[in-house]
């Protein structure tokens, strides 16, 4: 079982909507939560970085919100736009900082 | 700052030969850097650690006389893919991080082998 789930597996909104993706993880000890943008055929690019005591940290339109006790986040985008439509991936590290683990992302379609 | 490229952005080979791919930090010295591997739909899958000097530490199922790494400098990764067969088709990506948490990805290579 992969120790970061990340849900749901794809979602198509239009243009403008809201919307919240989420992960659970179970990795431990827990170091860091980091959100992902990936674009087909490209590198993934960073939102947000948090550590065990930050619980939002925001990154214009993204907001990610971290909860340690229930090993939850959910990454938060405001007002989409086209040019969100990408694979977001949740990759949790725990102490040791090579110990690095990915999810298997979310992705996001968003329609005219 | 923190830009890392790969080269090439793709590659076309035949079965059998050897492929390299470069991966280099543009504007800070990487002392760690990764290689990742993501089939279509997937997430990625990291294959090997390298730290500048030393050999690379490789993933449970990796082969490592199949993927060679050779970290030779702070801003310089290479992976050679030997003796590459059409399975070994995928999006190799590499990462450098220069401390702390934060991991600095490249644009990716696409890998077909015919």
């Known amino acids: 079982k992969n120790q970061v789930e990340q849900s749901p597996q794809s979602l198509i909104i239009l243009e403008g909507k809201n919307c919240t993706l989420q992960?659970?993880?179970?990795?431990?000890?827990?170091?860091?939560l980091r959100w992902y943008k990936q674009d087909t055929g490209r590198g993934p690019v960073s939102l947000t970085i948090?550590?065990?005591?930050?619980n939002t940290k925001s990154n214009g339109r993204y907001t990610a919100t971290l909860d340690a006790d229930t090993k939850q986040s959910s990454l938060h985008i405001t007002a989409s736009q086209l040019s969100d439509s990408a694979s977001y991936i949740c990759?949790?590290?725990?102490?040791?900082?090579?110990?690095?683990?990915f999810g298997a992302g979310t992705r996001l379609t968003v329609k005219p | 700052g923190a830009v890392v490229s790969q080269h090439p952005s793709w590659v076309i080979c035949k079965s059998g030969t050897s492929v390299k791919i470069e991966c280099r930090s543009l504007?800070?010295?990487?002392?760690?850097m990764f290689w990742y591997r993501q089939f279509p739909k997937q997430s990625l899958m990291l294959m090997a650690t390298?730290?500048?000097?030393?050999?690379?530490?490789?993933e449970q199922g990796v082969e490592k006389d199949k993927f060679l790494i050779n970290h030779a400098s702070l801003t310089l990764s290479t992976l050679t893919v030997t003796s590459a067969h059409p399975e070994d088709s995928s999006f190799y990506i590499c990462?450098?991080?220069?401390?702390?948490?934060?991991?600095?990805f490249g644009p990716g290579t696409r890998l077909t082998v015919t």
């Open positions: 992960c659970n993880y179970t990795v431990s000890p827990f170091s860091n």
């Open positions: 948090m550590t065990f005591s930050e």
């Open positions: 390298s730290n500048e000097g030393s050999k690379a530490t490789y």
């Open positions: 990759v949790v590290s725990a102490v040791r900082n090579n110990d690095m683990r």
């Open positions: 504007d800070f010295q990487a002392t760690t």
């Open positions: 990462s450098a991080a220069r401390g702390g948490y934060e991991q600095y």
